[in-house]
């Protein structure tokens, strides 16, 4: 039959691991600017007009070096996806940016964007150090898809940034 479905519905988001780390040593993750790693869940709407919604995807960066220029989210309907993040270097979590590269850090900020509900933050290096810093508040809050209004009116194939 014409325009019918050869393959099914990938409704739930895939994982993604990038890994800077390997059996020769460590090697520098980045992410760029610009850069998206995304791993939210997608939808499908049945003939009979019933919106299946997919499942979050969860995204682990071993070897990270630097995460401010890019963006990493993984959107769900009921539960974001788990952001795994680990580093070589010291992570100071919150307070002001520290000054030097030696540190890798994450403003408070940082978790309440991309949709995740949990967070993993690994200062892996012999004699790292992990810090919060002093008066830091570290609030997530879990922002998670819902859709729009007339979303049976629209097209099969409609991208999920315009249906939510």
Do not use: C, Y
Not at 70 to 92: E, I, N
Not at 115 to 120: A, I, M
Not at 122 to 142: F, K, N, Y
Not at 146 to 153: D, N
Request: aromatic share 6%; charged share 15%; no cysteine.
């Amino acid at each position: 039959m014409a325009g019918a479905l050869t393959s099914p519905v990938a409704q739930d988001a895939g994982n993604v691991v990038i890994s800077g780390t390997g059996d020769g040593g460590t090697f520098n993750v980045t992410l760029g600017e610009g850069a998206l790693i995304d791993a939210s869940a997608g939808a499908w709407m049945d003939d009979k007009g019933k919106l299946g919604k997919g499942k979050a995807g969860n995204i682990t960066l071993e070897g990270i070096t630097d995460i401010e220029a890019g963006q990493v989210q993984a959107f769900g309907f009921s539960k974001g996806g788990t952001l795994t993040l680990d580093t070589m270097k010291d992570v100071q979590i919150g307070g002001q940016l520290p000054a030097g590269a030696g540190t890798f850090w994450l403003a408070e900020s940082f978790f309440n964007a991309g949709g995740f509900s949990r967070f993993n933050v690994t200062a892996s290096a012999d004699g790292a150090d992990l810090s919060v810093a002093s008066g830091a508040s570290i609030q997530p809050h879990m922002q998670t898809l819902l859709t729009q209004p007339g979303i049976a009116a629209l097209p099969s194939g409609t991208a999920m940034q315009d249906i939510t």
